[in-house]
């Protein structure tokens, strides 16, 4: 069984701080990873996607990557209220086109 | 636009009815892909398809059917035979990155159907 964890939280931080989110999974062929933020009722929205070890920024956000402790975590700096949301990790098999998912961590960013 | 519909937003569906979940795509991607969520779950898969007339068994595919006729279009069946069919259905779709021998792949969703069994 290939998984894919993730604390299910709250994760509660205050409004300007750094949020961190954390998944590791079980399968060392893994090799693709991806962050998805979802909106209560609403669809996931790819927000990251990382495929080599070490940290790839997109605005306010940072993934990291580290294949050898087989963990990815994703960084919220400057966390607003609207980020908060729940964040799902994703993770692709090399050789597969499917992707196993994480129950996601929900984030609440307070005022 | 490009993007990914998703049709009906909401479904109710009676016990023992069958009932169909429409999904299209422009994006020109040659895999979709229908996913179920239940409220504190992640996503399961249910079906997937990398090409036109072909298409593999997820997770969780019993008391489900579909069918790629078309490359922009994926329905999704959930047959009467599927128990508990209440839950939040996601279509996505992205390249084929393993057909392709790719590293990315990408997946979008489209927004979603709700399905309540009454």
């Known amino acids: 069984q290939k998984e894919v964890e993730q604390n299910s939280g709250p994760l509660s931080v205050p409004e300007g701080a750094i949020a961190s989110l954390n998944c590791t999974y079980s399968?060392?062929?893994?090799?693709?990873f991806f962050w998805y933020r979802q909106y209560s009722g609403k669809s996931p929205e790819l927000i990251m996607s990382?495929?080599?070890?070490g940290d790839k920024e997109d605005g306010r956000f940072t993934a990291q990557l580290n294949k050898a402790s087989q963990y990815v975590s994703l960084l919220i700096r400057d966390s607003q209220p609207s980020d908060s949301a729940t964040y799902l990790c994703?993770?692709?098999?090399?050789?597969?086109?499917?992707?196993?998912f994480g129950k996601g961590t929900m984030l609440l960013v307070s005022p | 636009d490009g993007g990914i519909t998703q049709s009906p937003k909401y479904l109710f569906r009676k016990e023992g009815q069958n009932v169909t979940l429409s999904c299209e795509q422009n994006?020109?991607?040659?895999?979709m892909y229908w996913y179920r969520q239940d409220p504190g779950q992640g996503l399961r898969l249910i079906y997937y398809?990398?090409?036109?007339?072909?298409?593999q068994k997820g997770d969780i595919a019993e008391g489900y059917s579909v069918s790629r006729e078309k490359k922009e279009s994926f329905p999704l069946t959930v047959t009467s035979a599927q128990k508990n069919p209440t839950a939040f259905y996601l279509c996505?779709?992205?390249?084929?990155?393993?057909?392709?021998?790719?590293?990315?792949?990408?997946?979008?969703f489209g927004p979603g159907t709700r399905l309540t069994v009454l």
């Open positions: 994006l020109n991607h040659d895999a």
């Open positions: 996505a779709s992205s390249i084929d990155a393993a057909g392709r021998g790719l590293s990315y792949n990408e997946q979008f």
């Open positions: 994703a993770v692709r098999r090399r050789g597969y086109s499917t992707l196993t």
């Open positions: 398809s990398q090409i036109v007339n072909d298409f």
């Open positions: 399968d060392r062929v893994s090799q693709s």
């Open positions: 990382i495929y080599s070890n």
